[in-house]
Structure formats: structure tokens, C-alpha cells
């Protein structure tokens, strides 16, 4: 598990570097112009279901039903659902994209508002090229769950590479000939490219394709059935962070701004840590609740929060306690002033504090997914939605922006309780007291790496010294992790 994991985690960063060189590269092109406006305006929309395609979601319903035929059936008949689920997608998806771009333009006017005339001109244009992306995500997202059964997280895991990559090479490429259209073109092409990069491996599981269509396919109504607590906590979500914004947006100028960078920052060691850990164990939690092996389920589920509490853990108190100098390092430049560096690292710390229930919740919640039981994370998620909108609109006019950031974190926290009693219940073997003893380690460990590096380092150029002492701070947390506390690291690091 270990060795899988760190090398999704690895891809997983190499992808999060290349999307800020792909922001990077946009905006030394193009500006915040209302050119880059209708662009993102139609790559939100385009991007609307990836959500729920991307980040593994899709395999959470496909996976178990996958396995539960080859386990009642045969490969055969297990690889005869995934013809007919591919071309069944295939067929909705592209149907959803043609209803997007003939009616893009009443999107963009009445749905999203949009007023200026020549935003809405550019933004329908690039919506008809961009909508139809949703097709080759849907299949790349279909094809991933399949490699990830089969082991195969490396090449599914690159996608993120290929579509950052694609935008980078043609708005360089195409900034001159196409402008911002080229970006649009790049955009739908990704899609493309991370279908062909997966289907060599897609195709020799399957050994063969075809072009059935079964409606009536007892186990594709199965999976549709499955996928529908999924999309309604999606759109959930959706809501929420709609509310958010509505509320930060009452608040003064700016604080939209600073919760999206502090946001980008917290979210770094979730994707490249959390989900990354999530999609690769969840086919052997799969695997484990269809063979009735509680103590494989057992086993996988406590090294996987294991191993995130040992990551993450250091990832938080580091965020928090340099937190207005790794903002001042990455944005205090240009029309980011030191206002804006005090109110974005607020947030952060925030968020921060809550590292350990965001990250935790993906791992639990494959967790019940394995067990087949959609009800209770959406049950869950919802309550969390509702009490961070009930203290989103309790506490924004007092606290303004901590109050909206706590009401976030807070919530997240009941999620994760839910979540966690509930496992325990099912599993009473499961250890919690061995998962709380590595969170109190890790906690421990990585202040006494700060207390040590505070007192050893001292540069009078602070932006060279947020970057040591990071990277100090790194070495010297696992240095001492292997060599003083986890005397049973194998625990966690044999699959």
C-alpha cells in the first residue's frame, strides 16, 4: 500500500505543480480580461460533473459491482457490464453535451447572468467547443476505475499530468494564431488525450469491445442506483459552496479572493495525500467486504488513517504556524498587499486547524462506499451542509471571515465524527486508540521540530527563510518519526 500510495501522491503533486504553471502561463497571456472571464465561466460549466467522474467517484459504485460479478459470474460477464456501462455513459454524456452548447447562450444570460454582451459572445463560443468534454472525461473516468481494480493507479493517476500539460503546450502553441479560443480547443483535446493514454491498458483487461446497449442490464441499473446518493451530496456541496460565496461576497472586498487562496492551499495536501490514499486502497476495502475478510477490511482501513494521520498531521501545523509567511512567499507582490496577506492567512490557519477531518472524511467515506452503504455519508454530508450554512449566517456579521471559515471547519468536524462512530460501530475490531495515538505522535513530533527550527534558523531574508526552514522542517519531522517514535512502522508501511 505504501509504495503504491507514495507514488500516486508523487504523480498527484507533479499534476498540482503543472495547474499552477497552466494558471501561471494563462495569466501572463491573457490577463483577467473578459476573454479569461468567459473562459473559466465555460470550463466551470464544462467541469460541472467531473465531481462526480473525477477524484475516483465514479469507481466508488463501479468497483464493487465489478467485483460482486466476476465473484457471482464470470470475467466475461464482468467485462460485458463494462461494455455496456461505457457505451451507456458514453451515450448520456455526449447527449448532456449537446444540450449545453445549443443552449449556451441562455446559460450564460439567465442562469449565470452575464451582461456584457462580448463576454457572452466569447464564453458561447468557447462553451460549444468545451462542452463536449464531458464525453471524454466520462469515459476516462470509467476507464480509471477499471485500472485502479486491477492495480493499475499509475497510468489512471497521470490524467491530471495529461490534462494540465495539453492547456500548457497549446495556449503556447496557439496565444498568436487562436488566442483564447486555442485555450478552449486545449481544454477539450485534454479530454481526448487522457482517454488515449489509459486505453492501451483499458484494452488488454478486456482483451476485446463491444457495442452493446442493455437498458434492461440488472447490474447497470445496479450502479446507476448506486451513483444517485453520490450526485445528490454533490449537489449538496454545490449549494454550500454557493452560500459560502453569497456570504463572503456581504463581507468586505477581498475576502471572496483570500478564501480562494487559502483554499487552494489546504486542498494541496488533501489531493496529494488524501484522495491520492483514498482511490488506492479503496479496491482492496472492495475486495475485502465482498470476500467477508473483516480482517483484511480491518487491517487496510487502519494503515490507510494511520498513515494519513502521520502525513497530514505535520501538513496542518506547518500551515498554521507559518502561515503569513508561506502567503507572503507565494502572493505578497503586485496589487497583493500585506491587508490582504493578514486576512488570506487567517483563513488558512483556519482551515488548517481542520486538515485532519477534510482529509479523513474521503478516507472513511470509501470506507462505507465499500460496504455498500451510500445513505449514511450522504446523510452525513448533508447535516454537515446544513449546520455550516446555519453558522455561515449566525456568525458572518460578528467574526466575517473567521466565522464563515470556522462554520466550514466546524461542520467538517461532524462530518467526520459521523463517519468514524459509524465505522467503529460496524467494525467494533477496528483500532481507534492506535489511530489516535499516531495523530498525538505526529502532533508532538512536528512541534518539536518547529520549537527546533525556530531556534537553529535565522536568515534575514525571510522568503529564503520560509523555504529552509519548510524544508528543514520536512527532513527533521520524518528523521525523527523513523528513528525515535513509530517502533512498529511496518504496521503502516507493508501492503
Known sequence: MFKSSLIVMLINMLSRILGLIREIVIAAFFGATGHTDAYFASSRIANFFTTLL??????????PIYNEIKEENNLERANSFVFNLT???????????????????????YILKFKDAEMIATASILLKIMSFYLVFISVSGLISSLLNNYGKFYISTLVGVVFNLTIIIGALLTKNSLGIYGLGISFLLSGLFQVL???????????????????????????????????????????????????AGSLKLGTISAINYASRLYLLPIGVFAIS??????????KSVLKKNNELFKTTIERGMNLLAILIIP?????????????????????????????????????????????????????????KDRKLPVISSLIAITINIFLDFLLYKKFTHRGLTFATTFSALVN????????????????????????????????ICIFVIEKIINISNKNLEIIIKLFMFIILYFAILSLKYIKDKKEILDR
Open 416 to 447: 467526520y465524527l459521523i463517519l468514524l462512530i459509524s465505522l467503529k460501530a460496524r467494525y467494533s475490531n477496528v483500532s481507534l486508540l492506535k489511530y489516535f495515538k499516531f495523530i498525538i505522535i505526529s502532533l508532538l513530533n512536528s512541534i
Open 315 to 371: 501538513s496542518s501545523l506547518g500551515l498554521i504556524y507559518y502561515s503569513r509567511e508561506i502567503i507572503t512567499l507565494l502572493f505578497n507582490r503586485g496589487k497583493f498587499t500585506l491587508e490582504s496577506v493578514e486576512l488570506t492567512s487567517e483563513i488558512l490557519e483556519i482551515y488548517a486547524i481542520g486538515l485532519i477531518f477534510f482529509s479523513t472524511i474521503h478516507l472513511l467515506t470509501r470506507a462505507h462506499y465499500a460496504n
Open 197 to 247: 493514454i489509459q486505453l492501451p491498458s483499458f484494452l488488454k483487461i478486456l482483451k476485446t469491445y463491444k457495442f452493446t446497449f442493455d437498458y434492461k442490464d440488472k447490474y447497470v441499473k445496479k450502479f446507476f442506483l448506486l451513483m444517485i446518493p453520490t450526485l445528490v451530496g454533490i449537489f449538496g456541496y454545490q449549494i454550500n459552496e454557493l452560500v459560502d460565496t453569497a456570504f
Open 54 to 63: 473525477g477524484e475516483g467517484s465514479l469507481g466508488t459504485a463501479f468497483i
Open 87 to 109: 457505451n451507456l455513459i458514453v451515450s448520456f454524456s455526449f447527449t448532456i453535451s449537446l444540450f449545453t452548447a445549443l443552449f449556451s447562450d441562455f446559460t450564460l444570460k
Open 277 to 286: 490514499l483514498s482511490v488506492v486502497i479503496f479496491p482492496d476495502l472492495s
